[in-house]
């Protein structure tokens, strides 16, 4: 089955360009040089329509969501609870009516921290006596090793976001990685036999909680996909500057850049829970 992962963000929780700062790459007037926070949709038809599962809802994902004309959404999947990838479940609201009017709601995927930090946040639509009438329809489901969503699957990959735990996706021949700063041993089994691989790269320096771009280069090196795609970049990282000097089959990604994926069987995954 055949479907489209599209890069809606690729910056850190600041984005790019940072506020205050006037740096070579904030001032850049190249448009690849301008991220939004991190997030990505993956789109597939299924049952005679368009399906879309987005990974992340950051505070961006309205402007998000408006440039690549997304019109539904299937479901939610939260990789953790920070506020540059939560931030923007309430623009989920319009999107979820038409799910409602049918009896349904969008399901959002999270472990049980990201799902108490989103109860808490978002009183006013998760809680047993919220009342307001025009409350994002959505429903808060757990985080299990598997998620079945219109015949695609998403299979968890368990990262370290410095030390916290915190979650990728594999679908298909393609995995999405982000914050991450070390990838237990037994998460490499999951990454197997990739096509594309997405990792993130903030900086050249080293970071406590996330990867450079040296560990970034080292784990595409080991995992061997056809091609690796870096986001979560931070504005010490010039688009043009930093790709020339990049290993072949390694490049950053940019806001807006799709491609291709093939979301039939995930090799090396566990059998867990499963959706919808």
């Not at 990838?85 to 049980?112: C, K, T, V």
């Not at 900086?203 to 040296?214: D, L, Q, T």
């Not at 931070?234 to 930093?242: F, M, P, Q, R, W």
Request: neutral net charge; proline residues 6%.
């Amino acid at each position: 089955m055949q479907g489209r992962l599209t890069f809606l963000g690729t910056g850190t929780s600041m984005g790019v360009p940072t506020l205050g700062c006037s740096c070579a790459v904030c001032a850049s007037v190249n448009p690849r040089d301008k991220r939004l926070r991190p997030s990505v949709a993956v789109q597939w038809m299924a049952e005679g329509r368009e399906r879309t599962v987005v990974i992340d809802t950051g505070p961006d994902f309205r402007q998000q969501a408006l440039r690549r004309g997304i019109r539904g959404v299937d479901a939610v999947l939260y990789t953790h609870a920070h506020a540059d990838h939560i931030l923007g479940m309430d623009d989920l609201r319009p999107l979820s009516y038409a799910a409602f009017r049918a009896g349904g709601s969008i399901p959002l995927y999270a472990d049980e921290e990201t799902t108490e930090t989103l109860k808490r946040i978002y009183d006013y639509t998760f809680a047993p006596s919220a009342t307001y009438p025009n409350r994002a329809r959505v429903e808060l489901r757990p985080l299990t090793d598997r998620i079945r969503v219109h015949q695609a699957e998403f299979v968890r990959v368990p990262v370290m976001h410095g030390e916290l735990p915190i979650s990728g996706f594999r679908f298909g021949d393609a995995a999405y990685l982000t914050d991450v700063s070390a990838i237990p041993e037994s998460s490499f089994a999951l990454l197997e036999g990739l096509k594309t691989l997405v990792l993130p790269s903030l900086r050249h320096e080293p970071h406590p909680s996330h990867a450079n771009v040296e560990q970034a280069v080292a784990w595409a090196k080991r995992i061997g996909a056809r091609q690796t795609w870096l986001t979560h970049i931070a504005h010490e990282l010039g688009h043009e500057a930093t790709n020339r000097m990049l290993p072949e089959g390694v490049a950053l990604a940019y806001d807006g850049l799709e491609f291709a994926v093939n979301l039939g069987a995930n090799r090396g995954a566990n059998p867990g829970g499963t959706g919808e």
